[in-house]
């Protein structure tokens, strides 16, 4: 684990700068606060009856965040779609967010275009290109900086997503949330950016990733938790270069576990992670309890966070932050650069062929 102490010969390896990234999400936060002063919607948005919101990969993290954390609030069905094609129930009375860090994800520029035709409440959320020219035409949008991510990559964005996506929920009333909210959030992000950043020696998001070498990971949560499931996953996906897969409870406790067993190298192949929180239903909490016990019969590795913020907003927060040092750590201890993204890049060119 001494790499991760070492500031010098981390960055050796990291050459585009993911963790000044990792430790500038609170100053994102407060920079897209910034970009949204003289954001507004028409009137008229705040009539929906039901919202999609289009995004891929990065760009799709904030609405699965926004949607566990908002599940019980949220009045109005939320879909998110991460496909070329908007769902047949979609008219003028849906709000379609148009997601898309660069402002150019070919799905959610098709997305746009159908939305139009169906006549649909649109807003573009965006740092440029496309969607930005989409906004400066007419169409209404929150176009953000990005001085605060260094290394330039959509998943590491979050901090201008989540809460650019926050503030359009907002803006339309389909949830209550105050700049005294905001900035409790950003306290949070800098409490555990300390707990669980280089300089700190010794903390669980150094210890789980010594514990990830040659393993898989499954990452379990539930409820307000269930989006940050998927955001671990996507980062370890794209920062750790390594398989992770989210599951939710309670379903996961319907098929999963049954899938322990074989092959019988998932005892040294798999490490899961759960994140716990007493802000569950006590019957959830009983699952998590239940399932770590048939995880240590079939001899899985696992780690349990505990998630210590008294609000689910919070806790989203404190999970984030967890789970960004975790898949840079991850990446570190492999000797690879976490930010640069070949598989998807080339995937890109050859589309474009």
């Known amino acids: 684990m001494n790499i991760l102490n070492n500031r010098?010969?981390?960055?050796?390896?990291?050459?585009?700068?993911?963790?000044?990234?990792?430790?500038k999400l609170s100053a994102q936060i407060i920079e897209v606060l910034g970009s949204a002063k003289n954001f507004k919607l028409p009137v008229s948005y705040k009539k929906v009856k039901n919202v999609v919101v289009a995004g891929m990969g990065g760009s799709a993290l904030p609405i699965r965040i926004i949607k566990s954390v908002y599940r019980s609030a949220l009045k109005v069905p939320v879909e998110i779609l991460n496909d070329y094609h908007l769902p047949g129930f979609v008219n003028k009375d849906t709000l379609v967010i148009l997601s898309s860090y660069s402002g150019?994800?070919?799905e959610v520029l098709a997305v746009?275009?159908?939305a139009q035709k169906k006549k649909a409440k649109?807003?573009?959320i965006a740092s440029g290109s496309n969607l930005a020219e989409m906004v400066?035409?007419?169409?209404?949008?929150?176009?953000?900086?990005?001085?605060?991510?260094?290394?330039g990559q959509p998943r590491m964005g979050l901090g201008y997503a989540i809460i650019g996506q926050l503030l359009i929920f907002?803006?339309?009333g389909l949830i209550n949330i105050s700049n005294k909210d905001l900035y409790e959030v950003v306290k949070v992000v800098e409490k555990y950016n300390k707990l669980y950043g280089v300089n700190t020696k010794e903390n669980l998001a150094k210890r789980t990733a010594v514990l990830l070498k040659n393993r898989m990971m499954l990452i379990m949560a539930a409820e307000h938790l269930v989006g940050n499931a998927h955001a671990a996953a996507n980062q370890m996906n794209e920062n750790g270069k390594r398989l992770a897969v989210p599951f939710s409870l309670p379903e996961l406790n319907h098929h999963l576990l049954e899938g322990m067993k074989f092959p019988t190298s998932n005892e040294r192949g798999i490490l899961t992670v759960i994140f716990n929180s007493n802000l569950y239903d006590a019957r959830v909490l009983k699952r998590v309890a239940i399932t770590?016990?048939?995880?240590?019969?079939?001899?899985?590795a696992q780690v349990e966070y505990m998630l210590a913020e008294g609000k689910p907003l919070l806790q989203a927060f404190e999970a984030l932050?967890?789970?960004s040092y975790l898949s840079y750590y991850s990446a570190i201890l492999e000797g690879v650069d976490p930010t640069p993204i070949l598989y998807v890049d080339f995937f890109k060119k050859q589309l474009k062929k």
Do not use: H, W, Y
């Open 170 to 172: 907002s803006r339309v």
């Open 136 to 151: 400066k035409k007419g169409m209404p949008g929150l176009i953000f900086t990005t001085l605060n991510n260094l290394c």
């Open 112 to 114: 746009a275009k159908e």
């Open 8 to 23: 010098s010969a981390i960055a050796k390896i990291d050459t585009q700068k993911m963790l000044g990234t990792i430790e």
């Open 122 to 124: 649109i807003v573009a």
């Open 292 to 300: 770590r016990i048939i995880l240590t019969q079939n001899n899985i």
């Open 104 to 106: 150019s994800t070919e």
């Open 321 to 323: 932050v967890f789970s």
